[in-house]
Each structure stands twice: as C-alpha cells, then as structure tokens.
C-alpha cells in the first residue's frame, strides 16, 4: 500500500507513519515543521517533504491512501483566521489528490467541536463551536459528508490523545503528559478547581490502529474515544499509583475563558464500534504504563 501522511512530524502523525512503515508500507511523510519536529521521524526511512499542505504541492509519486492528519491544531493559536483557513484549505486540496489518484482519503476531525455539549457525546448531536479549530474541522467533516457516495473518505473525530512523540507540543500536549512531568520530579499536581473536569483519554497506539481500520471501513465521520471519561482528579491517583509516590493535588482557579474552554469530553463509541469495528485495547493506566515505559527508554 502506497500512503502519503500529511502532518507526519506531528504527534499523532508521526505515530502513524512509523506504524505503517513498521507494517511494510510504503510512506511519503509530508510537513511544514511549523508544529511537528523532524526529531519524531527519527526512526522514519521513507521520503520526506517539508511543504505547507495548505498550498498546492507536486507530488511524484501515487498514492492508494492518503492520511490527513496536518493542521493547526491548539485551539488558543493566536490567528483564528489562520487556523480555519488553512485547515479547510489544506483539506480542499487533499481532496483533490485524492480524487485525482483514486485514492482513500482518511482525515483527523476532532472532539473539540461538541464543545461543552451533553455526554456522551454522539456523532449527530447539536455542535457547539468554541474555537475556530473546531469550525474548521466541522467545515471538514460537512464537505466530507457531500462526497460520502462518491469517494472513499472517513474523518475520525480523535477525543483526548496522550502518548509517545507529543512533548513537541508544548502547552498543548496532554494533561497526562504535563502532569507526569510534575509527579516525575516530586511535585504536586497542579489542577483547575476542583479537578473534576473529565476527559475521554485515549492512548496514541489505540488512535492509530483506528485511524488504520478506517482504511477498510464505510466512509463517514466516526468517533475515536475509549467512552470512559476520567476526571482529572482520578488521572493523578492513577499517575501517582503507577509512579509509586503519594503526591497531592494543588487547585488553581482557571485561567481561561469558560465559553471557550471544554469542561467535560466522553465519546459515545457506537458507531466505531459499529463501522470501523474498534475498541480501545489500552485502558487509561496501561496507557499510561506503556507511554511512560517508552519515556524512559529515550532519556
């Protein structure tokens, strides 16, 4: 199978290109660097191009599948129209290549366009667009929706991804990650008041074997989540339980702006299951175990 995977160097990218390479794949990787870092391909023997997938690109090869996973990710990225015009650009574009190639087009949707909608968060449920990350990925999915019978196309809305490759990302990355990196170093977990927050956290691994699954699956926009949500309140017992230390928890009042910030995030896994025959295999703390296992090995 011959792929091209936008967004390559990115967290959730680079996680699937090396998979499919490890698979036997062939895989064109393509990235601007402007949020992913070359150092997540360091294991990566396929070609590599550093182009903004937002602007028309030449490619020399073909492609049976093409994984969209590019895009201006962090919801407080300090251009709105930025963000939103070169994710739809970008997606234009892809489905363009796709159609000119006859190839399979597999996008990354996300969570955060249910907003703080009721849980668990169905596919078909009312949207409720708190950042202009969220509106481009709906505009994504409503174009995708309009070729559903024409082409093979599935948008997969990726919940609370935490995991290897995703230290790049700074302030975005996952809470399980940031807060791994207090308790590593003996200090007390810092949460937003009072911690209750719940978050659908799904391991980088589960992501990718759904992401691979929607190769084979009817097109559609499904949801990629464990449909467990866990508190931010029980992600620190369990951190400290897999760390062996007894750390406690320090409140801080939020600093964001509650109409833009997602309290609570739950998928409803119907449909995945249903469609794209998924189930997560890594719970919460095996996830945790894995990534941290992985950590470690690095340094």
């Given amino acids: 199978m011959r792929t091209l995977v936008t967004g390559g160097a990115g ?3 680079s996680n699937l290109a090396l998979e499919l ?3 036997g794949h062939e895989v064109v990787v393509v990235d601007n660097v ?3 870092t070359k150092d997540n391909l360091k294991e990566f023997k396929g070609k590599f191009i550093e182009k ?8 020399e090869d073909k492609f049976d599948v093409i994984f969209h996973i590019a895009a201006i990710t962090d919801p407080r990225h300090d251009n709105d129209d930025e963000t939103y015009n070169k994710n739809v650009e970008g997606f234009k574009l892809m489905i363009k290549l796709a159609q000119e190639h006859n190839a399979k087009l597999i996008y990354a949707s996300t969570a955060n366009l249910y ?3 009721p849980i668990p968060m169905k596919e078909e449920q009312e949207k409720e667009l708190i950042t202009a990350y969220g509106k481009s990925k709906l505009e ?6 309009e070729l559903f019978g024409k082409m093979h196309i599935v ?3 990726y919940f609370n991804v935490f995991g290897p490759r995703e230290a790049h990302k700074g302030r975005p990355a996952s809470m399980v990650y940031h807060l791994y990196k207090q308790m590593k ?4 977990a810092r949460l937003f008041k009072q911690g209750e927050q719940i978050r659908d956290h799904i391991y980088v691994k589960d992501v990718v074997s759904a992401t691979l699954k929607a190769v084979d699956a009817s097109s559609g926009v499904y949801n990629v989540g464990t449909g467990i949500g866990t508190s931010f309140n029980e992600l620190v017992k369990v951190l400290n339980e897999v760390l062996g230390t007894n750390l406690e928890i320090e409140y801080f009042d939020m600093p964001y702006d509650p109409k833009t910030y997602q309290a609570n995030t739950q998928a409803d896994t119907t449909l995945a299951e249903e469609k794209l025959e998924f189930k997560t295999e890594f719970t919460v703390k095996d996830g945790i175990k894995d990534y941290i296992k992985w950590i470690e090995n690095e340094s």
């Fill in 52 to 59: 903004d997938v937002s602007l028309p690109i030449e490619f």
């Fill in 140 to 145: 994504m999915d409503r174009m995708a929706s």
């Fill in 11 to 13: 967290f959730i990218g």
């Fill in 21 to 23: 390479e490890k698979q």
């Fill in 155 to 157: 948008g997969l809305r």
């Fill in 34 to 36: 402007f949020s992913g």
């Fill in 115 to 117: 907003g703080n909608g």
């Fill in 185 to 188: 170093e003996g200090k007390r």
